[in-house]
């Protein structure tokens, strides 16, 4: 009796539970040293100690009735303040609190702007590989996925499909850089020449088309890498961002969604938005959060174990044979399969103790993902497996 | 550019947003003391001491990695413990984590319930007054409300509309008792004979018919009142409940959502809404908040300031003239307007710097509430409004 589109998600996300039921299983059989799970982008590394120091001064020194109260939908006007400053500082913009609204996450942040702009049968172009999640936020609002094809091997930003996929019902494009699952990051000469063919194309179509970026890696960067801000590239652009991974807060659900001030008819979108955070239910961002944010907009999580496990890791699999690009940032990364069906990979790798994810998951066969946001002996101990499995795949 | 429904959900939503702003110009040109705000559900009895000692024990003992970092999307498990323990032993019901999912309060569990069952065109009764939300949130998932007329002066159940308004396209009913904006609560009786009602129905037409029992209210009642456990009445039951009126905690966003025990297929319903949690953008309950509740599920705010703003209102109001049911939950009352379009009398009522929402809101014109949730000084301060009101309308 329940919903026919349900069904055919819960039988799917099933199979992603099941790996997660079976890594337990693992665990219990083979005992926790001996399982080296790659597959979920929990952060390992804990918040900065700020956080639990403002967390319990707001506790201590606030009116509980406004620390834990309704406020505007959009969030606190201070906490959006302190937000619109951080930016400002590091990227020399003049964003105001008019032009952030505090999510339940960057989940909730992309849900909202997909509410506010999306009709049904209207295109969003993805670009492979992607958060699988995406489809499914799509979905809620009958928006219709197209996916570009992935830039093999290098993972950088495909112009030439993304231009032959862009239609009269192309609403948005949805970028995610560092990105999940390769750790590319897309170097301002791409963005710019994305940002010319989205401007043509609106022209073209007369119509606005929409750069939603999904930015929640943003400060998780290797070797001093830069990630472009996109609202100086593209007047349509929303920022999706949590504060998931750069304060290791990811069950805390606090984010934002920025509105890019040139974007057309701001106003309009952003009141727009500002209903919809409220009739899809999040209503506001978790209000004790939120005030944490205001207080901790600059604070930073030690990224330094995210850098040691990605070189390890890449110099040891590359040195095994694994192809792959290196990852500028995020802690995700994207080697192809030794053998052509990664699912056949991914299921002998369980053999050795590993959990890694299929490709397909991030509509990009022939691949699987490593997050490596795990202890650093998890990342030694999984390293004789990945030998024993080239050996065993490789050619 | 944004999308259409969108256009028409702005524009209504900015004329409640233009009272608000009004409230507040008010408030500057007349000065605070001579506004009285009856139109927020903003609780004004602060949370028990307890929820703040929890959380600065939680932030201070736990290891925040695992304190901020993600968990099962349906929440932590021991925290889903205590919550079943807490309702069995009121309840003498034998519920576990299994029946339960902590949620984005109960805006966020509503949500959860109805993408689980909803499919294009199904029908969901709504009993008016209700929580003008309830319309947006059907629309999400392209349901249809239908509307059941009130029963009026009595506001109870009004089961002859009800089963006129079933059909065979109908999914489900929304039902909130204790009731805003009435604070009506049914009585066992009525609960019984809608649960024979739908069971009927369910057999006539072959397929579940899910009774969505919203109830934010339930632990504030006047005398005594004893609020009907849904789940003990009717197997296809769906309860959405949140800790914002409970515990004094609105902008924290935490609440349930509990699937009856005896639902139809209750496993594929439970998967299903552990899916919906996660692809509608909320993923998880904010993690300190439901670790905060796992401490606290038996703790209630004092509600004594309810009960007294009650029962003066009830008295003067009552004496003045206006007609109403006495509230038995709840912390809103809705007496019928003096004259017969209610919008003239909320414009009016401003006058006198009174600020109360029409009842086409709610659908129900011709009725304006009240939101009792307010210090006593505002109760008393705006009699001589109110009487003044009374004389200029009533007859």
Known sequence: MIAKHMKELTESGSAIRAMFEEGKKMARERGKDHVFDFSLGNPNTPPPE???????????EEDPIRLHGYMSNVGYEEVRDQVAQNLNRRFGTALTREHLIMTVGAAGSLNIALKTIIEAGDEVLLLAPFFGEYIHYMQNYQGVPVIVAPDIPNFSLNLTDIESKITAK??????????????????PADI???????????????????????????????????????????????????YSKSLSLPGERIGYLLIAPTMDAFEEV??????????????NAPSLMQQVIGRCADALSDMTV??????????????MGYAMVEPQGAFYMFPQSPTADETVFCEAAKEYGILVVPGRTFACPGYFRLAF???KQTVQGALPGFKALMERFGH
Chains 1, 2 share one sequence.
């Open 50 to 60: 700020k956080i639990k120091e403002a967390a319990i001064a707001i506790l201590q």
């Open 170 to 187: 192309t609403k948005a494009l949805i970028i995610n850089s560092p990105n999940n699952p390769t750790g590319v990051i897309y170097p």
């Open 192 to 242: 710019e020449r994305l940002a010319q063919l989205l401007r043509q194309k609106e022209k073209e179509y007369g119509h606005a088309i929409y750069l939603i970026s999904d930015e929640p890696y943003r400060e998780i960067v290797f070797d001093g890498a830069a990630v472009p801000f996109l609202p100086q590239y593209y007047d349509n652009t929303f920022v999706c961002y949590s």
């Open 270 to 283: 952003a009141a727009a938005a500002a209903v919809a955070i409220r009739i899809l239910g999040f209503v």
């Open 306 to 319: 995210y850098k040691e496990n990605k070189e390890i890791l890449y110099r040891e699999l590359t040195d």
């Open 373 to 375: 946001c795990v202890a």
